[in-house]
């Protein structure tokens, strides 16, 4: 099977990394035994990044290699230690790549060297504990898991970026020309379609520089698949202008250039986009006796259609050095009138599934035995973020829901006790029986995410803080087991505290004998 080296199309199918999980994890030192959670954050997962490169000409590498992989975040660990950052996978694509989705919407056009489109987002890292405690968690025994990175099948397609189309039937001297003007080489043969991909050279008229796209050739009914054409035009969409080159010295019967020329622009109108494009045309091979009288016929003809016309011969050279400093000026003026593209960074931000940031309800219709469909950014996300065998976790994402307003929402639409509610997109929902108001998790013994022993108001921290001053005083020689000794006999020879008497009874202090 023959390898292309041309490739202006291809199906591409991009996974950014998946973020990196936070990590609970408790300080310990010694003396410390309660040092706080310093569990640190995992990374986030790599991207997947169009990069628009003057030196890639073809999207031959995604031909052959259509899965592309950016790299995963890494998990955070103790001692406050996050996760390193995926590494992002850095795509380069053709000057005038435009990006769709399976659909076929137009994501981006890529134009202008340095242009870049993030194209798939890598997923955030988890929190770990230490960033989920506050004041009233002090030390959340869970962790948050990294999210997944967007993954998407995008098509890329390639446009040309030149400033002349040369357009024509086939063997119309197409190659002969931009290889006579420039220092390019295309194939060139005496048979029908003998160029198979476009072709590009750099000419240069005067002061301007520019460069003329070859494009197949074109025949009556190109632009309803007929011939090479067809798979072709879009690379004459960014041309600032388009030269006709027709062949003079054809000798099939019923041909003439101006039929020729008319059927061209037909086939260019029902395509579509190019009405404004300047017109040029090339009256080719005229180093031939009969093209040359052929030339003289129609060249007025061509002029009353209020066309530019050059009799030119690819062959000898002839009348080329008008034709290039004519489509000079014309380049010339259309520079002078076009805005500078700056090289832009476009990031996808994909729309939620309620186009909102908050959350959707709504009754399902029972068949797959859930009664609630629940769909949202938020709630979403924080269901990709918890893990479900740890029920401190899961009793933290019920919190959120219910903050944010979930479970009041349902209550409204009248869901009752033990129905199903499924959160997320129904191919692939977390489903949870409906439980309001219902303590879960740590919250059975305290404050959910909470631990007794950070209480500082606790007998236990006040007897260990007083041992820790008492140590300051020490004798010589004594340890912190004979402070705590000392300590705990001044506190049994201290009196208990205030008693309750009579006033004026014996037991009162202040009667008066």
Known sequence: MAVPTFVDRVTLHVSAGRGGN?????????????????????????SVILRVDPDVTTLLDYHHSPKRKAGVGGHGAGAHRNGAHGADLVLPVPDGTVVTDRRGDVLADLVGPGTELVVAQGGRGGLGNAALASSKRKAPGFALLGE?????????????????GLVGFP?????????????ARPKIADYPFTT??????????????????????????????????????????????????VDTASMEPG??????????????????????????????????????????????DLIEKGLRAFPVSAASGEGLRELTFAMAE????????????????????PPSADGGDEFTVVASDGSDGVSWQVRGAKPERWVRQTDFSNDEAVGFLADRLNRL????????????????????????AVVFDFRPELDAGAEILSRRGEDQRFDERRPAAQRRRAIEEGMDDRGEGETRADVARRLDERERQTPAGPTSYEIGSDQDPDRED
Do not use: M, W
């Not at 700056?342 to 990031?347: G, N, P, S, Y």
């Open 330 to 349: 014309i380049v010339a003026a259309a520079r002078a009138a076009r805005t500078v593209v700056e090289a832009t960074r476009i990031v996808l931000r």
């Open 405 to 428: 307003g979930v479970e009041a929402k349902l209550l409204q639409l009248g869901a009752v006790e033990g129905e199903a509610v499924a959160i997320g997109d129904p191919e692939d």
């Open 255 to 300: 041909r003439n250039p101006v039929d020729d020329l008319d059927v061209i622009e037909n086939e260019l109108s029902r395509y579509g986009g190019l009405e404004d494009r300047p017109r040029l045309v090339a009256l080719n091979k005229i180093d031939v006796p009969d093209g040359r009288d052929l030339s003289d016929i129609v060249l007025d």
């Open 148 to 164: 997944p990175g967007d993954e998407l099948e995008i098509v890329l397609e390639l446009k040309v970026v030149a400033d002349i």
């Open 196 to 245: 198979l991909v476009p072709n590009l050279g750099v000419v240069t008229a005067g002061d301007t520089t520019f460069t003329v796209a070859d494009v197949p050739g074109l025949i009556e009914g190109a632009s309803e698949g007929r011939g090479l054409g067809h798979e072709f035009l879009r690379h004459v969409e960014r041309c600032a202008a388009l030269v006709h080159v």
């Open 171 to 183: 063997s119309a001297g197409k190659s002969s020309l931009i290889a006579a003007i420039s220092r």
């Open 22 to 46: 936070g990590v609970a994890s408790v300080h310990r030192e010694k003396f410390k035994p309660l040092g706080g959670p310093d569990g640190g954050n995992g990374g986030p997962g790599g």
